[in-house]
């Protein structure tokens, strides 16, 4: 274990803030964006089933015909790197067993012990939902990603933009997410570490207070 | 600035798992929980409208209220603190300007330059959803701070563990939530650094590989 003080972290947490403007120059080296990438990996979800598909796009002309169907944002063709966090479609039984077979191997356990953690999903996320709710389940679960992605970025003093302000079914087009059946829950945009002069531009927060029982 | 190394986050990273079992002695030190607080309201949402309320339930008796309606999980009554992500149920005009409000004030700015944003938020938030998707939208954003909350407790090596398998509003009654327009959509259960025998419970990882365009 090899934690950080609380200071740290609020500084950090402080710090960032939704980068407006990225300058195409400031590049993320390439051992901080392998960092991040691998933060995006180890994101928690429920049941561990990770119902998602993180997209980095990085072709120029791609990111270019994204910017139209993202209201104009230039975040999408000017950030160093772009992150399109995507949901499998309709999660389905083959889903949850491909999941589960890869537990077998990764923790070497056999996969009749996990029936009833099969039963648990199969019964939770299937039957208990429409396909609208299980979309809704699993969108959920990118926007834990997003969360973990923005504070991880701010850790490393890496500036992040999450843009929700998309034609999700555009983007799904233009990737080829759509024929994959996968789907566009929302976009960040990340760049190397802002220039004093955007420093100063960062707003003040407004942060609204806990509740306790 | 304060960065942490990128071999710190991922070492924090790989630690963190959903602890499944919490002794009800191992309590999180003041200084912890109220960075871990503060850390919560600095997560960042959708046009900074922060559409939730997080609820750390303190009294004891409520949490073991909340333990039957958790399908009997001991977390919610053993762990050192228990935050509720909640969200406004149906996100209004007023909530709005109650931001914008807040704004002027936070950053000395006239409320008629705030004009085109305000339109913008009704445009999208208000006219361009249903109640449902109102909803949907603010739980996506409660999601977001679910995961800065993981990931900075990771880093703080506080144990968390997020509960999705909860009856919502059976919460929203229990706390007295659903009376004041707030629902509950997940909750965190957290607790002072695992003891040593519990690292070595912490499950391999099995995360899925990101895809490049």
Same mark, same amino acid.
């Given at each position: 274990?090899?934690? !950080?003080?609380?200071?740290? @972290? $609020?500084?950090?947490?402080?710090?960032?803030?939704?980068? &407006?403007?990225?300058?195409?120059?400031?590049?993320? =080296?390439?051992?901080?964006?392998?960092? +991040?990438?691998?933060?995006?990996?180890?994101?928690?979800? =429920?049941?561990?089933?990770?119902?998602? &598909?993180?997209?980095?796009?990085?072709?120029?002309? *791609?990111?270019?015909?994204?910017?139209?169907?993202?209201?104009?944002?230039?975040?999408?063709?000017?950030?160093?790197?772009?992150? #399109?966090?995507?949901?499998?479609?309709?999660?389905?039984?083959?889903?949850?067993?491909?999941?589960?077979?890869?537990?077998?191997?990764?923790?070497?356990? =056999? %996969?009749?012990? @996990?029936?009833?953690?099969?039963?648990?999903? #199969?019964? =939770?996320? +299937?039957?208990?939902?429409? /396909?609208?709710?299980?979309?809704?389940?699993? /969108?959920?679960?990118?926007?834990?990603? $997003?969360?973990?992605?923005?504070?991880?970025?701010?850790?490393?003093? !890496?500036?992040?933009?999450?843009?929700?302000?998309?034609?999700?079914?555009?983007?799904?087009?233009?990737?080829? $997410?759509?024929?994959?059946?996968?789907?566009?829950?929302?976009?960040?945009?990340?760049?190397? &570490? %802002?220039?004093?002069?955007?420093? @100063?531009?960062?707003?003040?927060?407004?942060?609204?207070? *806990?509740?306790?029982?």
């Amino acid at each position: 274990m090899n934690t !950080i003080p609380t200071d740290q @972290l $609020l500084n950090q947490l402080n710090w960032r803030y939704a980068t &407006k403007q990225f300058d195409p120059q400031r590049k993320i =080296s390439l051992p901080d964006w392998t960092a +991040l990438e691998e933060s995006l990996v180890l994101t928690p979800s =429920s049941f561990g089933l990770q119902p998602w &598909k993180f997209v980095v796009v990085k072709d120029a002309a *791609l990111r270019e015909r994204l910017v139209p169907v993202s209201w104009g944002q230039r975040q999408v063709a000017d950030a160093s790197h772009l992150v #399109v966090f995507a949901i499998k479609r309709d999660l389905k039984e083959q889903d949850i067993d491909a999941f589960l077979n890869r537990i077998t191997v990764v923790r070497g356990v =056999s %996969r009749e012990s @996990l029936g009833g953690y099969r039963e648990m999903m #199969v019964g =939770s996320l +299937l039957q208990g939902r429409d /396909a609208g709710g299980r979309r809704n389940w699993a /969108a959920n679960q990118a926007y834990i990603a $997003l969360g973990n992605f923005l504070t991880s970025a701010a850790l490393l003093g !890496i500036d992040a933009c999450p843009l929700e302000g998309i034609e999700a079914a555009k983007y799904d087009e233009i990737i080829g $997410l759509g024929a994959q059946g996968l789907a566009t829950v929302v976009v960040a945009a990340a760049a190397a &570490k %802002r220039a004093p002069l955007e420093v @100063l531009a960062a707003p003040p927060r407004e942060g609204a207070p *806990l509740r306790s029982e």
